[in-house]
């Protein structure tokens, strides 16, 4: 799909955003604990998500059999609408505009499928991720300003924000990158 060059410290390094594949799975694994810890998918749950919607599950791949970031979205029978169920880029590689791209391009795939409501939760502390979310023209979803208390069980509130997407792609502006967290 794309091809990122980034100029680290040791030297430069080449990420590929591509679809997930069957052969990810314990990196998928191993990256989904650790960035959600606890949230993480249970190993049984992630399979069957990929099985699921492998079409709109893409990865970070460096190449070596790391990935430093993946997008999943989990869509209807119809295609009309969607979830974001999980967007991460590890610790090392947040400040690059890496959770932009990737959202950007299952963005574009999901209006390519006739998606037209996508939907996503998010901590509200999360700032970064929220500001990230806000630029690319997600809005919080009433009522409630989409606060949810308790939505992952009791001290664990949650922001649902929302884009309808149109014919012409994901609507908002454009803006600098934000180092995003991790979305679930």
């Keep these: ?24 799975l314990p990196e998928l694994r ?3 604990h ?5 949230f993480a998918y249970p190993p049984f749950l992630l399979r069957q998500l990929f099985d699921l919607y492998q079409r709109h599950f893409l990865v ?25 169920l999980g967007l991460c880029v590890t610790r090392d ?12 391009e299952i963005l574009l795939l999901l209006r390519d499928a006739g998606t037209r409501v996508v939907r ?3 901590e509200p502390a999360n700032s970064a991720a929220v500001l990230l979310y806000r630029s690319l023209g997600f809005t919080c ?7 949810r208390p308790d939505y992952f069980g009791p001290g664990q509130d ?26 679930r």
Excluded: K, N
């Design 141 to 147: 979803e009433e009522p409630d300003g989409g606060l």
């Design 34 to 38: 650790e960035i959600f810890g606890q």
């Design 60 to 84: 970070l791949d460096d190449g070596s059999g790391l990935l430093h970031g993946y997008v999943l979205a989990g869509t209807d029978a119809l295609s009309r609408d969607c979830w974001i």
């Design 158 to 183: 949650r922001l649902v924000m929302r884009l309808d997407l149109g014919p012409a792609g994901p609507a908002g502006p454009v803006s600098p990158a934000v180092p995003a967290g991790p979305a």
């Design 93 to 104: 590689r947040r400040g690059r505009g890496l959770g932009r791209d990737l959202m950007r």
């Design 30 to 32: 191993r990256l989904d």
């Design 120 to 122: 996503l939760t998010v």
């Design 1 to 24: 799909m794309t091809a990122y060059t980034e100029a680290l410290p040791s030297a430069p390094q080449e990420l590929v955003l591509r679809r997930a594949e069957e052969s990810d």
